[in-house]
């Protein structure tokens, strides 16, 4: 049976090394999802590059994963490209298998799609909070067998608020 490894990292840099870690042990890219707000815009406005930025090992947000099963309409799209709109959080960037989940969730926001990832729903509101506040969430599923492994990885990267569900 699978498990789901949650954390919280505070900058992309954090995140990346984490993912690309969680790679070279054997964790499939496939198996990890990553969340965090689109503030390219605000970049632009601050004089940053805003150009995204966020990366899966070497495959670029923006440039589209795997979904995990088909998607219609305008939704499919974003969700191919990375960027979704979640009501009560704003535009968002995702990444991997709970994208897919993301793009449907037009009144269950960031939660409830971590909800169907068996988080209880009173952690994904925070979590989904973290979001709004501008973290970066990792999420990762795993054989039973890899979760302290998967834990520890995200812990030595800078991740808070890890969690097993």
């Known amino acids: 049976m699978d498990s789901t490894v949650i954390g919280v990292f505070k900058s992309e840099s954090q995140a990346e090394r984490a993912v690309g870690e969680l790679r070279e042990r054997g964790i499939r890219s496939e198996d990890?999802?990553?969340?965090?707000?689109?503030?390219?815009?605000?970049?632009?406005?601050?004089?940053?590059?805003?150009d995204g930025g966020l990366r899966m090992g070497r495959q670029d947000v923006g440039e589209g994963v795997a979904t995990g099963g088909a998607i219609g309409g305008a939704a499919g799209l974003l969700a191919g490209a990375g960027a979704l709109a979640i009501p009560?959080?704003?535009?968002i960037l995702a990444v991997g298998p709970l994208a897919a989940a993301l793009s449907g969730a037009v009144t269950g926001g960031i939660a409830g799609g971590l909800v169907d990832y068996g988080i209880p729903e009173q952690r994904g509101r925070h979590y989904e909070e973290q979001v709004r506040q501008g973290s970066i969430l990792a999420v990762v599923?795993?054989?039973?067998?890899?979760?302290?492994?998967?834990?520890?990885?995200?812990?030595?990267?800078?991740?808070?608020?890890?969690e097993t569900h």
Not at 88 to 91: D, I, K, S, T
């Open 32 to 50: 990890v999802s990553v969340i965090a707000r689109d503030d390219r815009r605000d970049r632009k406005t601050r004089g940053g590059e805003g």
């Open 88 to 91: 009560g959080v704003g535009p």
């Open 141 to 162: 599923r795993c054989r039973r067998e890899k979760v302290d492994e998967a834990s520890q990885i995200l812990r030595r990267n800078g991740a808070s608020d890890v």
